[in-house]
């Protein structure tokens, strides 16, 4: 410990922010007694002392000298030894302290004595004398700290004993005060210059004063008291990586953190220096208490909850068209986390007519139609968020598109195919068509649906039989959400023109080949050459056309079966129609194991596998191409008109074979696939 002083001409405060300065300890002195009249001594103060220690003369502190942490040193003067009796001697340390107070303590007390001089003479001598005039032999006290113990002690000669201290005129710095044995302490409370009048009476009512100037100094202030500023932790989400730092003010640096009680999430640790870090992998909430201790071995603690959950997920991933007009409903749901969820929107909103509520409600009435992508994001009551763009589609209203004035073009031939497609808008496709409540179509003509939006009018050669005229009448068109569309029409029926002999000579044309150019002739006889072939209404399979000549050419794209009315007229406006139906065939194709890789055989054992033939023109022909060859104990054997088998015993030697295998259909179409073969050792 550094050398200090303590007394007339320095203060030294040393403030300790710790629960105990040191602890008690037993004292002793040296010398342990003097000579009344003898002058002044040192006095040598023996135990274990920490700074801010004072000697106490009976209770009252004197200037101290610390020699070491193990001894203190006071110069007694002799106006303290003028008379002989016992002294108590003590130490006064401070114990705790705090911003706003200091606690002392004081060791066990020792007698010092003062002793009486000797006497020798045997032959007793009365002496008048006079005492010497009453003075303040103290000119000046110390300085002080704010916030530091203060001492000094005023002291005086002559006159008559005991003496009586006060403060005549002045005031003493904050927090100070005299004693009547002469004491100055306390601890400053204000810094500044201070000037007072000590005033010093004796027991002969004699009285002397000096005026004395002092000033206290601003202290350092006091080390505010070791607490955990953090609060709260946040909450955790299982599998993913978690990061949180506890955080402490005040005490004395650095600091150590532990777990006092409770537990922490599975996966989670705290370190030393307050860091809460890992990876939960359990659902749950946990209370647990931490605590810092700081260098000085204060600590404090601090309870915390903390949450685990599964990562929060919408599990929404589409919602409902709306429909103009109409009123919509539909409600986001989400997962893990910790609930209740509150939802909102990011950005963009919804159709025009709708909102989301905090709740995930989406509702109202669209009023625009269109498809509206939107992103909402939902966010747990541990703030975790998750989001998501969902796609609201809001369709037209259903209405017919097609002849806005109502008046189908052209007329219907009494007698005649055919066909006529009306387009609807809006709505929830595919569309149902049907003729409205209360409302008849011509005699022998059908609605129908011919694709996902349109309704087909439509009659075969000869179906249509009402009388020639004008006929009104009304389609409706239902969509898959009930929403109904109606319109009226009319419709010219006019009487078939007569033929004069005029008839189709051609009944069926031969069936056409995927994507085999193709050709066929459609003939006509009678009346009055030459002739003129159109369409009505349908056209021809995909690929093909149909001349004025009659000529039905092209490549078809499609396979399946197509039905299609044609009109021939003659030069003298003769007209027959007749409805014709071709099939046209798939490409011939080998359709079994479309990987190439056939099953395994083993040599020596028997083996059997079947390929399957499509489209072509059956029956089919197998044959193992030019090049090619199978393995050895294996041959093509054809089961019906459009499969084959390979059969036989293997007596190939374990490898991999790789072999071509060609159908052909009864047109000479041709499919050829190359497969291997693997044989194994017996």
Not at 87 to 105: C, E, G, H, L
Not at 315 to 323: A, K, L, V
Not at 605 to 614: K, P, Q, R
Request: hydrophobic share 35%; proline share 8%; glycine share 10%.
């Amino acid at each position: 410990m550094s050398r200090f002083k303590l007394g007339i001409a320095t203060l030294v405060m040393v403030l300790v922010l710790a629960s105990s300065a040191f602890s008690a300890t037993t004292i002793s002195i040296s010398p342990t007694s003097a000579t009344a009249g003898s002058g002044s001594i040192t006095l040598t103060v023996n135990g274990s002392f920490g700074s801010g220690s004072m000697v106490l003369w009976n209770g009252v502190a004197q200037s101290t000298v610390g020699v070491s942490s193990t001894q203190l040193s006071v110069t007694v003067p002799a106006t303290l030894l003028a008379t002989a009796g016992t002294v108590s001697i003590a130490v006064r340390y401070p114990s705790t302290v705090t911003k706003t107070s200091t606690t002392y303590v004081t060791t066990n007390s020792v007698t010092f004595t003062i002793l009486a001089p000797a006497t020798t003479s045997s032959t007793t001598t009365t002496t008048n004398t006079t005492a010497s005039p009453l003075a303040i032999s103290t000119t000046s006290v110390p300085i002080g700290t704010t916030g530091t113990a203060y001492s000094a002690n005023l002291t005086a000669t002559g006159g008559t004993a005991p003496y009586t201290w006060s403060v005549s005129s002045g005031a003493l710095p904050a927090g100070l005060t005299l004693s009547a044995a002469g004491a100055i302490s306390g601890t400053p409370t204000t810094s500044g210059s201070y000037s007072f009048v000590g005033a010093v009476k004796d027991s002969a009512s004699n009285s002397a004063s000096y005026t004395y100037s002092t000033s206290i100094a601003m202290g350092a202030p006091p080390t505010p008291p070791l607490a955990i500023s953090t609060t709260s932790v946040p909450a955790g989400t299982t599998g993913t990586a978690y990061s949180a730092t506890l955080a402490a003010t005040g005490g004395t640096s650095p600091y150590s953190w532990t777990l006092s009680s409770g537990t922490l999430p599975t996966g989670l640790t705290l370190s030393s220096t307050g860091a809460i870090s890992g990876t939960p992998t359990a659902s749950g909430s946990y209370s647990f208490t931490a605590q810092v201790s700081d260098s000085a071995s204060h600590s404090a603690t601090y309870n915390y909850s903390i949450s685990s959950a599964a990562p929060l997920g919408i599990t929404t991933t589409s919602i409902g068209p709306g429909y103009p007009g109409q009123a919509y409903s539909a409600t986001l749901a989400a997962t893990g986390g910790t609930a209740p969820y509150t939802w909102s929107f990011m950005g963009v909103s919804l159709p025009p007519g709708l909102t989301l509520s905090a709740a995930g409600v989406i509702s109202g009435t669209p009023t625009a139609s269109g498809s509206f992508p939107f992103p909402v994001q939902v966010t747990d009551s541990a703030s975790r968020t998750a989001s998501y763009t969902f796609t609201a589609t809001v369709p037209g209203t259903l209405a017919f598109a097609s002849y806005s004035n109502g008046v189908i073009p052209g007329s219907e031939i009494q007698g005649s195919a055919y066909s006529i497609d009306i387009l609807a808008t809006g709505g929830f496709t595919p569309l149902s068509c049907s003729v409205a409540s209360g409302s008849a179509l011509p005699t022998g003509l059908n609605v129908s649906a011919s694709s996902a939006n349109t309704c087909r009018l439509s009659a075969g050669v000869g179906m249509v039989t009402a009388a020639p005229g004008n006929y009104t009448f009304s389609l409706q068109a239902t969509d898959t959400a009930g929403h109904i569309a109606t319109k009226a029409y009319t419709l010219a029926v006019v009487a078939p023109p007569s033929t004069g002999g005029l008839t189709i000579s051609t009944t069926s044309p031969p069936s056409p080949h995927q994507g085999t150019p193709y050709s066929s002739t459609l003939t006509a006889s009678g009346a009055t050459p030459p002739y003129t072939w159109t369409y009505e209404g349908v056209s021809l399979p995909p690929g093909l056309t149909l001349s004025a000549a009659g000529v039905i050419s092209g490549t078809p794209t499609s396979s399946g079966t197509f039905p299609f009315p044609v009109q021939v007229g003659d030069s003298a406006s003769h007209v027959v129609s007749y409805t014709f139906s071709v099939s046209v065939i798939p490409p011939l194709y080998l359709a079994s194991y479309n990987s190439g890789v056939l099953p395994g055989a083993t040599s020596g054992a028997a083996y059997s596998t079947d390929f399957l033939a499509t489209g072509g023109f059956p029956p089919v022909t197998w044959s193992v191409p030019s090049g090619s060859t199978l393995p050895a104990g294996l041959a093509l054997s054809p089961a019906s008109a459009n499969v084959c088998y390979i059969t036989g015993t293997v007596t190939a030697p374990a490898g991999t074979y790789t072999f071509s295998l060609q159908a052909t259909d009864s047109n000479g179409n041709t499919s050829t696939r190359v497969y291997s073969l693997t044989v194994a050792a017996p």
